[in-house]
């Protein structure tokens, strides 16, 4: 009995290991949806390697989903195992209770039984035909009483000796269980691993396709502000640059379009920074700011300038902070596409008017420094 005891150690140290059961569960979840957004929203690099390698990170993860099924299958039935286990354990505990009663009330009846043996009961006459009858008649009822003590008993052994059959082998299972548990886990970390690897590959090789699309890109913009700066064909000896600017809206993209045709104005007497929505417009000069809105320019800033010009900025998506003394550099507003450019692409129209006066073309002015 005391050695049946001491072997539940091995039932509760299995237990033990059940932090790294959900360990394990969040690390096939996490990774799955890691595969799972990656391999739905790559870009189409159209090359058959990112196909294949696409192909090896769903195959991974199917895998690593089949291993994850095997293991979970494994740990319930371990779980369900250690729960029976448990079980039988409470009603060994009570058989036990129950045996130590009854052996009790055995041991006090032998006793009572052997110190009364041959003593007269009290209060009969036993030379009396009655008396010796009443004496049978309680030492029968006495008799019977033992008996059903007896009779409990030797069903509560039986079944004491049953159940400790069931925990022995619940605990057999229990270690095989065990056994498989360590198999199907060192597997899933196994599928795991490939699965990362399969996906770490496939990042890396997709990395290298939009590291190569945006050198592209820029190879791209580069190539076109150079033919700005040509003016296609066009000469900006004499034209009016300002100076002492500072860009107005860095890394937007744009080229010259002073004078391309315009169905609200006529004509285009600016220049289109391209950029994405909410990108900072920057003050070219320090000076004075006043915001504007409505017709053509939708949300937009007259900046007159301490430089005695004036620049325009239209097309603002928001402001930043209203009419004020701004520094060289400072925010005035985010790119958007108000006013007659709604619909279109976000961009700011910026214009140069020297001394306050005409527009001038301000490609020569920003082509510089942005």
Same mark, same amino acid.
């Given at each position: 009995?005391?050695?049946?005891?001491?072997?539940?150690?091995?039932?509760?140290?299995?237990?033990?290991?059940?932090?790294?059961?959900?360990?394990?569960?969040?690390?096939?979840?996490?990774?799955?949806?890691?595969?799972?957004?990656?391999?739905?929203?790559?870009?189409?690099?159209?090359?058959?390697?990112?196909?294949?390698?696409?192909?090896?990170?769903?195959?991974?993860?199917?895998?690593?989903?089949?291993?994850?099924?095997?293991?979970?299958?494994?740990?319930?039935?371990?779980?369900?195992?250690?729960?029976?286990?448990?079980?039988?354990?409470?009603?060994?505990?009570?058989?036990?209770?129950?045996?130590?009663?009854? @052996?009790?009330?055995?041991?006090?009846?032998?006793?009572?039984?052997?110190?009364?043996?041959?003593?007269?009961?009290?209060?009969?006459?036993?030379?009396?035909?009655?008396?010796?009858?009443?004496?049978?008649?309680?030492?029968?009822?006495?008799?019977?009483?033992?008996?059903?003590?007896?009779?409990?008993?030797?069903?509560?052994?039986?079944?004491?000796?049953?159940?400790?059959?069931?925990?022995?082998?619940?605990?057999?299972?229990?270690?095989?269980?065990?056994?498989?548990?360590?198999?199907?886990?060192?597997?899933?970390?196994?599928?795991?691993?490939?699965?990362?690897?399969?996906?770490?590959?496939?990042?890396?090789?997709?990395?290298?396709?939009?590291?190569?699309?945006?050198?592209?890109?820029?190879?791209?913009?580069?190539?076109?502000?150079?033919? @700005?700066?040509?003016?296609?064909?066009?000469?900006?000896?004499?034209?009016?640059?300002?100076?002492?600017?500072?860009?107005?809206?860095?890394?937007?993209?744009?080229?010259?379009?002073?004078?391309?045709?315009?169905?609200?104005?006529?004509?285009?007497?600016?220049?289109?920074?391209?950029?994405?929505?909410?990108?900072?417009?920057?003050?070219?000069?320090? @000076?004075?700011?006043?915001?504007?809105?409505?017709?053509?320019?939708?949300?937009?800033?007259?900046?007159?300038?301490?430089?005695?010009?004036?620049?325009?900025?239209?097309?603002?998506?928001?402001?930043?902070?209203?009419?004020?003394?701004?520094?060289?550099?400072?925010?005035?507003?985010?790119?958007?596409?108000?006013?007659?450019?709604?619909? @279109?692409?976000?961009?700011?129209?910026?214009?140069?008017?020297?001394?306050?006066?005409?527009?001038?073309?301000?490609?020569?002015?920003?082509?510089?420094?942005?």
């Amino acid at each position: 009995m005391k050695q049946e005891r001491r072997r539940k150690g091995t039932h509760r140290t299995a237990r033990a290991g059940a932090p790294g059961r959900r360990t394990a569960s969040r690390r096939v979840a996490a990774l799955c949806a890691g595969l799972a957004l990656l391999v739905t929203s790559a870009p189409g690099a159209g090359a058959a390697e990112i196909d294949d390698l696409r192909t090896a990170v769903v195959s991974a993860r199917q895998a690593a989903t089949e291993a994850t099924l095997r293991y979970m299958d494994a740990v319930n039935e371990l779980e369900g195992l250690e729960v029976r286990i448990a079980e039988t354990e409470r009603d060994i505990g009570v058989s036990e209770a129950t045996i130590a009663r009854l @052996g009790d009330l055995a041991r006090d009846r032998a006793v009572t039984a052997y110190v009364t043996r041959g003593v007269e009961i009290g209060g009969l006459d036993l030379g009396r035909p009655l008396d010796r009858l009443r004496r049978q008649k309680l030492l029968e009822q006495a008799n019977a009483r033992d008996n059903a003590a007896v009779q409990e008993l030797g069903t509560a052994v039986a079944a004491l000796a049953a159940r400790e059959r069931a925990l022995r082998t619940l605990r057999a299972r229990a270690a095989e269980s065990r056994d498989r548990l360590a198999v199907e886990q060192a597997q899933l970390d196994q599928q795991l691993t490939a699965a990362q690897s399969a996906l770490a590959e496939f990042e890396e090789r997709i990395r290298r396709e939009e590291a190569a699309r945006q050198e592209r890109e820029r190879a791209r913009l580069a190539a076109q502000q150079a033919a @700005g700066r040509r003016g296609n064909g066009q000469t900006y000896d004499g034209a009016y640059v300002a100076t002492g600017l500072v860009c107005p809206l860095p890394g937007a993209s744009f080229i010259d379009s002073w004078g391309f045709p315009r169905a609200t104005t006529g004509w285009h007497q600016g220049v289109d920074l391209m950029a994405p929505r909410g990108t900072p417009n920057r003050a070219v000069v320090s @000076g004075r700011v006043q915001m504007m809105s409505g017709g053509t320019s939708g949300l937009g800033a007259f900046l007159y300038g301490d430089d005695g010009n004036l620049y325009y900025y239209f097309h603002f998506d928001a402001y930043q902070g209203g009419a004020r003394q701004v520094a060289q550099g400072e925010v005035i507003g985010y790119v958007g596409n108000t006013g007659d450019a709604s619909g @279109g692409a976000t961009h700011t129209h910026f214009e140069v008017h020297p001394g306050g006066g005409a527009a001038v073309n301000p490609y020569p002015s920003v082509v510089g420094i942005c």
